[in-house]
């Protein structure tokens, strides 16, 4: 049986694939650091229901520090690698870049660098539809030119993209390189824009949007990208760059509308204007995806806020 490291694999699409693969008999061993982006108790209740699994082990620490990096794959025998562990958002990159320098691109070549010298020839790296920035050309396909990332955030995981092919240029990593589009559901970070304005709405609080609410962005469900990790993971591809997208639009209008319906409350707003590194419209091109691995998104937007609002408020009752 394989063992898969999961890095970032306390967090929101880390914990929601551990719970897939110990269901298929992987045996999975997760990295985190839980440092205090957001509050580290979400990330502990994340795995909670995993403590005690034979099949689930649990490694406190930084991908920065190569040393730990390096003993992870020397102790536990990794033979996969789920890379999730980054520093997320555009906006938080801005004002720290370094940092997001330090974690996303030094972490990721830590990790690199310990798979080739270990064995763990199979290697999944979380991307971003950031990416694109600025794209006039929707929906965005795997064969765009990556040219203008307009945020630190979307730089370095263009750098990620670039490092994984090196390695597998030079060492024979099979590598797939999977471009998330505005990922939601149940376990979301609390500062994504559906927990956030849930969260808000709930408390008769307006809620913030920046510009006039028709940027655009292709949300999808958790359980589609998960679905399109394990596909990933079946493929084994030598080296690929695909999108998991829900392959659709919504506004930031008719999110807030949508979830406010769902919560039965009125759609309050905070009208402010738009931030440096937003780009108006993000749209994937999943036809790639379907050819490699007959993958597409099955949940529509309406159906995920629904269940999504369903965890949410479960969750408020506990």
């Known amino acids: 049986m394989r063992k898969v490291l999961v890095t970032g694999g306390a967090g929101f699409i880390g914990s ?24 580290p108790e979400f990330k502990r ?18 991908i920065r520090d190569a040393a730990l990096v390096e003993e992870v794959y020397r102790r536990h025998g990794i033979s996969v690698t789920v890379h999730l562990a980054a520093r997320a958002g555009v906006r938080p990159s801005i004002r720290e870049p370094r940092l997001y320098e330090e974690v996303n691109c030094l972490g990721t070549l830590n990790l690199l660098e310990a ?7 199979t290697f999944i790296f979380g991307s971003s539809s950031s990416v694109y920035g600025v794209n006039s050309k929707v929906p965005f396909s795997e064969d765009d030119p990556i ?31 999977l471009r998330f589009f505005t990922v939601y559901g149940p ?48 493929g084994d591809a030598a080296f690929e ?37 937003d780009v108006p419209i993000t749209y994937a091109d999943v036809s790639k995806a379907k050819r490699l691995w007959g993958w597409e998104p099955k949940v529509s937007i309406e ?15 506990r």
């Open 16 to 39: 929601t694939l551990t719970q897939a693969l110990l269901e298929r008999g992987f045996e999975v061993v997760c990295l985190d650091d839980f440092n205090d982006y957001y509050n």
């Open 45 to 62: 209740a994340n795995v909670a229901g995993f403590v005690g699994h034979p099949g689930w082990k649990l490694v406190e620490g930084d």
């Open 115 to 121: 798979a080739h010298r270990w064995g763990a020839y």
């Open 147 to 177: 040219t203008c990332p307009v945020s630190p955030y979307a730089a370095t995981k263009r750098a990620g993209e670039l490092l994984c092919f090196t390695y597998h240029h030079l060492y024979g990593l099979k590598v797939t390189c």
């Open 187 to 234: 376990r979301q970070r609390p500062e994504m824009a559906v927990y956030h304005f849930a969260e808000r709405l709930s408390r008769g609080q307006a809620v913030p949007r920046f510009g006039d609410g028709s940027t655009a962005r292709d949300y999808t469900y958790i359980d589609d990208i998960v679905a399109g990790i394990l596909a990933a993971l079946d």
């Open 241 to 277: 760059i695909v999108n998991l997208g829900g392959s659709r639009t919504t506004t930031l209008a008719e999110l807030i509308q949508l979830i406010a319906a769902r919560l039965g409350v009125p759609p309050r707003v905070e009208e402010l204007p738009l931030q440096p590194g």
């Open 303 to 317: 159906e995920g806020i629904d269940r999504f609002i369903d965890w949410y408020n479960r969750e408020r009752r």
